[in-house]
């Protein structure tokens, strides 16, 4: 794959709560890029929000859904992404993402999870009797997939601006690698010229 591979975008993925879209929001800001989430966009084609779409149209067509949208997001340029939890633990999904973007993954323990979901009521898959039991299952089940992520950024009692910051390094570095650098002049450069 790396033959093909254009680190044009940021993609954003790991599990809910690890403040996908908060930190892709800012990196986008700071970088002057675009920035998609992915959720947004599915509840626009939907036209209804995300625990409509699983209660009337059950998670196979949300899945869908994002399939579709992940091979949209081949065509983006200098656009961050933010993925939901779900969308990055599908391997076709994370091959798409890859052939375009540097895919980091941000990384909480179940228990930080927890912290920073338990007060929303927008998550179906959280909609649980056991809801700490299902963040536990889920993402030991995601986590196989999670770790194929180019970075993987420990988000644990850390801010926004810094877990961003770090982020956006790794993506400058990524790049640097990636975009092919200028022939050295051999006026300029005289011993590296030849
Ligand atoms: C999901 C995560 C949610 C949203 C949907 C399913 C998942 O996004 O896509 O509720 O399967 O983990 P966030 O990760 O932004 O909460």
């Not at 009337?56 to 091979?71: K, N, S, T």
Request: net charge positive; proline share 6%; charged share 25%.
């Amino acid at each position: 794959m790396s033959g093909q591979r254009q680190i044009r975008n940021l993609a954003l993925i790991g599990f809910m709560g690890t403040g996908k879209s908060s930190t892709g929001r800012w990196i986008a800001l700071q970088m002057h890029y675009d920035f998609v989430d992915t959720d947004d966009l599915i509840e626009k084609r939907a036209g209804k929000p995300i625990t409509k779409i699983f209660a009337e149209d059950g998670e196979p067509a949300f899945r869908e859904l994002e399939r579709q949208i992940v091979g949209e997001l081949a065509t983006r340029n200098r656009t961050v992404i933010a993925t939901g939890g779900g969308l990055g633990a599908d391997e076709e999904n994370l091959a798409s993402l890859k052939r375009h973007a540097l895919v980091v993954c941000l990384w909480a323990t179940p228990e930080g999870v927890w912290r920073r979901v338990n007060s929303q009521a927008h998550r179906p898959l959280l909609n649980d009797p056991d809801p700490m039991g299902r963040i536990r299952t889920l993402l030991a089940q995601r986590t196989p997939v999670y770790r194929q992520a180019d970075v993987l950024v420990n988000t644990e009692f850390r801010s926004v601006r810094e877990v961003a910051q770090h982020v956006m390094h790794e993506f400058q570095v990524a790049r640097q690698r990636t975009v092919p650098r200028e022939k050295p002049n051999p006026a300029t450069h005289p011993r590296t010229g030849f």
